[in-house]
């Protein structure tokens, strides 16, 4: 299916990677984009010796809701001048609360764009936000790093591939930039010796068979962890994508992420397009 609606989490503060990258894949696609900025709500500790102060409550809370503001009209700006088809929202949440309201705008679009968490500029409940957008929406996400991207057309793409459902679902919603690169790389990461002769070569004949250009990595035995394989290489060979499933279990209604996940997306480079 192609990509006709994107939204995008709009970071509050700094330069805003996450939202540049969403505009030019809506530029590029010719689609409509939402900038979603998030106003989180101060929580009153239940601990709190004394009552927490009435002004103090309101000049947070007016803080918060200031801050989403300004990072709304500045998406605006920035899709204004990239002369795409855009709207931008705000949603309100409580810190440390559910995510019920942020999920039901994530829910109706084709990709959800969001910043990898910086640790010069935190926001709240970034990390949790990732996980609950790619586990709990049913829509593929999108992370951009924190410092950015060298360029908007990914034309070098990794893709991971262990042959599970979530990496096959990952492959399946990025089809559509797939299609766009120039070339593809299916890497395997092989811990133990595998009864498989070709590993990967059945999901890249699928890719072939629509038009791409493949080529198959199998990196077996490595001497790192499986995260640091798949971020090496990235540096290696100048990927500017990479294609992954997503795992996790929940707990506590929290999802964490599986090591492998969670080392790529605390250490990435390139953006990563992933699907659970």
């Known amino acids: 299916m192609p990509i006709k609606d994107i939204l995008t989490v709009v970071d509050l503060s700094g ?13 590029q696609y010719d689609a409509h984009i ?17 009552p927490m ?9 007016e803080q918060s809701v200031g801050a989403a503001k300004h990072a709304k009209a500045e998406f605006d700006e920035l899709a204004r001048l990239a002369a795409v088809k855009s709207e931008s929202r705000m949603a309100e949440i409580l810190t440390g609360g559910p995510l019920e309201s942020v999920m039901t705008h994530c829910r109706t679009t084709d990709l959800v ?16 936000l990732i996980e609950t957008v790619l586990f709990e929406s049913g829509v593929p996400v999108l992370l951009v790093p924190y410092i950015g991207t060298k360029s908007f057309e990914p034309n070098n793409v990794l893709v991971g591939w262990d042959g599970s459902s979530t990496a096959t679902r990952a492959v399946h919603a990025s089809l559509p930039l797939l299609e766009k690169a120039d070339k593809i790389t ?8 595998s009864r498989d002769s070709q590993p990967g070569a059945d999901i890249a004949t699928y890719l072939a068979r629509h038009n791409m250009d493949v080529t198959i990595e199998v990196i077996s035995n490595p001497q790192t962890g499986v995260a640091d394989a798949v971020l090496n290489y990235v540096s290696d060979h100048g990927n500017d994508l990479v294609v992954m499933g997503g795992y996790g279990h929940s707990r506590m209604r929290e999802f964490l992420f599986g090591g492998a996940t969670r080392e ?3 250490a990435m480079t390139v953006p990563v397009f992933m699907a659970h």
């Open 34 to 50: 939402t900038g979603l900025a998030i106003s989180f709500e101060p929580v009153v500790p239940a601990f709190a010796a004394a």
């Open 186 to 193: 299916v890497l395997v990461i092989e811990k133990e010796q």
């Open 53 to 61: 102060p009435v002004d103090y409550l309101q000049a947070a809370h």
């Open 264 to 266: 790529i997306l605390s």
């Open 15 to 27: 330069s805003r990677p996450a939202s540049k990258y969403a505009i030019e894949l809506a530029r």
């Open 113 to 128: 764009v969001i910043g990898q968490a910086n640790p010069d500029a935190p926001e709240p409940m970034r990390e949790l």
